[in-house]
């Protein structure tokens, strides 16, 4: 963790308009995130903070307020569909709750169709040396438990080398040891590696690792609590 | 390899059912595409070395006698390069061993070898020498079909004698590359022979020293396009002579039927694979629509990771170019196969060329793979496009189940309600996706009118077939005398041994005019209530014969612009007579040449003959012995110069034509097949996996696997029933234009829409249906039902 912010979220709001229907879904967030953070963003369904990790990942833009990259440098909130797909081609990698594979690709190729993006990337089997997955590399997702394909998803989200890994509910889908051993191998990178971690979940025991903890709630930040003692992964439970 | 294009190749491997019947399709339109773009340039090739070879003529004029020294007044036409006055009489041959006089042409040819208009290229032996007077070159098809080699003899019966010949080659011209003798539309190399003999004996044998019958000319380039005004110059110069046919390039027997093939492959190059690459580009479309849209998550994350757009488009253009590489690779290779084939077997049995070129051209195997690799690009842009245009984190979340919506249908609650509920599932399946609907009725009506078309032409060539010998000729034999001889002749050759029946006619060389529209054709003279040749009006009965004035083939009257009741003038072509008025007496059908009738008497009082005649058609008693008698003394008739035969001429056409149908036919149900089979099962096998949830639902509710694939069944016939109902008008409407579009002065097919043919259409278009229905009951049967329940939302 460093004094440096590389997410900096002002007045940031986002609004659907689904036909005739707005729906507004997040309403003046004010966020600081700093390099090295391990950010866990807590909230029931429904409460935006998908589209707060969307937003931050570049996946879509905010309505109105910014969002700055590495500020003051960057204002990702700004950016052109093209900007925005370097910005997560070099800055970002996203783990998704439901893994998100090509089910026609093995490990090792799932994960070098991101590590091959990055002119920084790092070898496949090197990424999946890391989420502990050496010995399944040839593997297709079908052939593999949920747990296992997380880890795939993990490495390939790490292979391209970036600086905030961006994970949704990752462990939304699997049972508690699986789960536990995910955080394991996020909570890892984030010390290791000293990759930027930012997690949103429903489940909010997991809260008790992360150094920063966001509560959102309909649409807006309820609580922001810094946590200089975080809990290590295996002795969470729910 | 990447990531991505090993996900690809993959991808392919496990659809391959599905694209072998689209890459079937696409092939299908390449091959015809190279097939028929490399069998126009082989002809195309072949017609232009060949004519260049033979100094091809670029027109013909033929009289009744003329001087040599006089054609030097051609010089003075301006647009007139070079001409060569020629011999040109008709022969009948004796050949030994066969019954029946074989008829054909004779030609002077100058002593010497030279580079003259319309020579010829030697095949075997060689041009005359100085040895016999008597020597005589070949055709050489004549001569390899009557197994005559150089060295052997024959005997022609010209100017009512009989001659003895030395063979002392066998040649081919470029003004005989499709040699039809007599009045007939296809080739028959055994019984038309060309000979040519030194200009020398020719005028000695038909007594023309320094004089000639015809002329054949080249023109200086500016004419070449618009020859029709030196021509008509030309005409005006030898009219003094009798000329009896001025015939430019375009006319010439020869070059119309090769022209004809010619253009007729160009506008089948076009059609053709534009039907099969549309509905080709149509279902790859469909599929490329339903698998961008399965990969929705794939692609969401794709883009979150960082591709950009245009990686992502490349990535899915790919699944479909490879489809269109493979597909244009595939269909090159046939194709330029099936011109190989098609040149080597077919056109050298229809054209005489020395030398048929049968070539792979590059250029076109190379289009052919690059419009199909256009197509399919093209088919697969809209499914990609699509997918583009959602934001990454739009495109990673499921697509929101279908909306349920009644259908028009529903609108008649009584009607809605007495359809079982399987109808009323597949009847929403057809309007939930209207674009796939649509995809399957226009694929299902390309493959109807394809058949319509084929089937259609069929009927009509029957028909004409039909027409032509059963209802206007329907003599055995017909002998022709060279010039006319007195009604005694008549009665001779009806006594003679084996003649059941026979009836006199007189035929008359003339031009016909009206205003300022002229024709040159034959009228035939017939005695009243003939049996042989009959007139038949265009209700299809018999025309009485009028006592006085013409009958007009409906073509002929339409050229001259006349109807019943106007007058026409008329002049015949090889004697001095004045012109006279006639009367265009009624209108008859005819589909082979520009026919027109008179009554003999008539026609003998306009000509000032007293009873002539210098045709007779005849009857033979059905036994061979006796006919075979009777040919045989035919034989010694010298007065004989030509024997023809409808009997023959009919049969020749029918195994010709009917064969050459029947192959085009056949293949034709093939590709039809693969549009109706390859259409029905892609959009079966895609509504299956959209529907998976659905009907492992329905499974389990209790519903057998026959009856959900009734269901999807019902849903391909109803939108069978729908493309056949399209493609009937299309295809009738199609064959309309091309039995139009075919009509020359030498041939008209007539329109004809027989129920057998729709019927057969709807069976083949049906079952093709049924059988694409195999395969989707499988996958019906094979279903992972539990795995199908439990889709992710």
Known sequence: ??????????????????????????????????????????????????????????????????????????????????????????????????????PTLTATENVQVA???????????????????????????????????????????????????????????????????????????????????????????????????????????????????????????? | MKPLNRKLLRELFRAKGMLAAIISIIAAGVLFFVGMASLYYNLETSRRLYYSKCRMADFTVTVKKMPVVELEQLHEIKGVSEFRPRILFPVTVDLPGVERPVSGQILSLPEEPAPIINNIVIRKGSYFTDSLSSEIILNDTFATERDLEPGDQIELILNERKEVFHIVGTALSSEYVYVVGGGGI?????????????????????????????????????SRKQPDDVLDRIERKLEPYGVSAVTPLEDQ????????????????????????????????????????????????????????????????LKFGGTIGL????????????????????????????????????????????????????????????????????????????VRGRRIWLEKWTGLWKSLTLQTQFSLRGISRNRMRSLAGIFAASMGTMLLMVVLLMYDSMEEMMDFQFTKILVNDFEIGFK???????????????????????????????????????????????????????????????????LLLSKRLAEILDVGVGDQIWFEPTDREEELKKVPVAGIINSYLGLSAYADIDYLNRIVDYEDA?????????????????????????????????????????????????????????????????????????????EREQEIATLHVLGYTTREIARMFLQESL????????????????????????????????????KPGSILITIVVGTGFTLLAHVPLKRSIDRMDWVSALNVKE
């Open chain 2, 253 to 316: 027997s020869s070059h119309f039927f090769l022209s004809s093939e010619i253009e007729n492959l160009k506008t089948v190059v076009i059609i053709l694979p534009g039907i099969f690459l549309t509905v080709a580009a149509i279902i790859l479309n469909i599929l490329m629509l339903r698998l961008v849209e399965q990969q929705r998550t794939i692609v969401g994350t794709l883009k979150a990771i960082g591709y950009t757009n245009r990686e992502i488009l490349i990535h899915y």
């Open chain 1, 1 to 102: 963790m460093s004094d440096k912010t590389i997410i900096s979220i002002q007045n940031v709001s986002k609004t659907f308009v689904m036909g005739d229907v707005k729906v507004p879904v997040l309403h003046s967030v004010n966020l600081e995130i700093h390099e090295g953070d391990f950010v866990v963003i807590v909230g029931p369904s429904g409460s935006g903070k998908s589209t707060l990790l969307n937003l931050i990942g570049g996946l879509d833009r905010p309505t109105s307020g910014e969002i700055w990259f590495d500020s003051p440098d960057q204002k990702i909130s700004g950016f052109s569909d093209s900007e925005l797909t370097a910005y997560r081609r070099e800055h970002v990698g996203f783990v998704f709750q439901f893994y998100n594979l090509v």
């Open chain 2, 186 to 222: 296809v080739p028959d190399p055994a019984n038309f022979g060309i000979f040519y003999i030194k200009e020398s004996l020719a005028e000695d044998l038909f007594n023309y020293q320094e004089a000639a019958n015809q002329v054949v000319g080249i023109l200086e380039e500016p």
């Open chain 2, 326 to 401: 493979c597909g244009g690779a595939l269909g090159s290779t046939l194709g330029y196969l099936f011109a190989e084939v098609m040149t080597k077997h077919v056109y050298s049995k229809f054209f005489a060329f020395p030398k048929l070129v049968n070539q792979p051209y590059p250029g076109v195997l190379l289009t052919g793979v690059v419009i199909s690799l256009l197509f399919s690009l093209l088919g697969s842009m809209r499914g990609v496009t699509k997918v583009m245009a959602l934001s990454p984190a739009e495109a990673m979340r499921p697509k929101p189940p």
């Open chain 2, 483 to 549: 010039d006319p001889r007195g009604y005694g002749a008549f009665l001779e050759t009806k006594r003679m041994p084996g003649v059941d029946y026979a009836e006199p006619m007189l035929h008359i060389a003339c031009t016909l005019q009206h205003e300022h529209r002229e024709k040159k054709v034959t009228v035939t003279g017939l005695i009243p209530g003939s049996r042989l040749t009959i007139p038949v009006n265009t209700e299809g009965d018999r025309e009485p014969l009028p006592t006085v004035g």
């Open chain 2, 718 to 753: 109803i939108l069978n029933l729908v493309g056949l109902l399209v493609g009937l008008p299309l295809g009738i409407g199609l064959g309309w234009l091309m039995c139009v579009s075919m009509g020359t002065d030498l041939f008209r097919i007539p329109f004809v829409i």
């Open chain 2, 613 to 689: 005649v210098n045709s007779i058609q005849l009857k033979t008693v059905r036994d061979p012995t006796v006919e075979a008698e009777f040919l045989r003394q035919l034989k010694n008739t010298p007065v004989v110069q030509s024997v023809s035969s409808a009997r023959h001429d009919r049969q020749l056409l029918e195994e010709t034509m009917t064969g050459q149908l029947m192959i085009s036919l056949s293949i034709t149900i093939v590709f039809a097949g693969m549009i109706f089979f390859g259409s029905v099962l892609n959009s079966s096998l895609i509504s299956l996996s």
């Open chain 1, 115 to 238: 590590s091959e993006l990055s002119h920084e990337g790092m070898p496949p089997e090197e990424a999946l040396n890391l989420v502990g997955l050496e010995h399944r590399v040839e593997h297709f997702p079908s052939q593999m438990s949920g747990g296992e394909q997380q880890r795939v998803a993990i490495a390939r989200a790490i292979a391209k080398n970036p600086r905030v890994l961006l994970c949704d509910e990752p462990t939304g889908a699997l049972d508690l040891s699986t789960g536990r051993s995910i955080l394991g191998v996020l909570h890892r990178l984030n010390q290791e590696l000293g990759k930027t971690v930012i997690l949103i979940t429903h489940n909010s025991a997991i809260a008790e690792m992360g150094t920063l903890c966001v509560h959102i709630g309909s649409g807006t930040i309820a609580s922001k609590e810094s946590n200089p003692h975080p809990v290590s992964p295996e002795e969470i439970s729910w």
